[in-house]
């Protein structure tokens, strides 16, 4: 039971990326998804997240407008579409699943390892 995580790499400041997670042995239907990010010396902080199959989004104010939060048509990848990417994005991009109903059989809590972006000319 895991999450991959996959898109990472380097961009220059106003490009795009798309960022992939993948479930591993569940599926995320009764799971909030989330994406996180961590830059170095900084704590890990929420960039969107999305439950109830995409019907309700959530973003952090510095990414509005820019990142969309979305998950495949077989409701089970999740990604996260990162438009107009500056200065400030680079980090660690991490895929969360949290559990969104009582139990979970397969675990209430889920990080992937996290892929990279960099924002340079």
């Known amino acids: 039971v895991q999450l991959v995580e996959s898109g990472g790499g380097v961009v220059q400041p106003g490009g795009s990326l798309r960022l992939s997670c993948a479930p591993s042995?569940?599926?995320?239907?009764?799971?909030?998804m989330s994406w996180y990010r961590q830059a170095p010396g900084k704590e890990r902080e929420l960039v969107a997240d999305e439950r109830n199959g995409g019907g309700s989004t959530n973003y952090a104010d510095s990414v509005k407008g820019r990142f969309t939060i979305s998950r495949a048509d077989d409701k089970n990848t999740v990604y996260l579409q990162m438009n107009s990417l500056k200065a400030e994005d680079p980090a660690v991009y991490y895929c969360?699943?949290?559990?969104?109903?009582?139990?979970?059989?397969?675990?209430?809590?889920?990080w992937g390892k996290g892929t990279l972006v960099t924002v340079s000319s």
């Open positions: 042995g569940f599926t995320t239907s009764s799971y909030v």
């Open positions: 969360n699943a949290k559990c969104s109903i009582l139990y979970c059989y397969y675990g209430m809590d889920h």
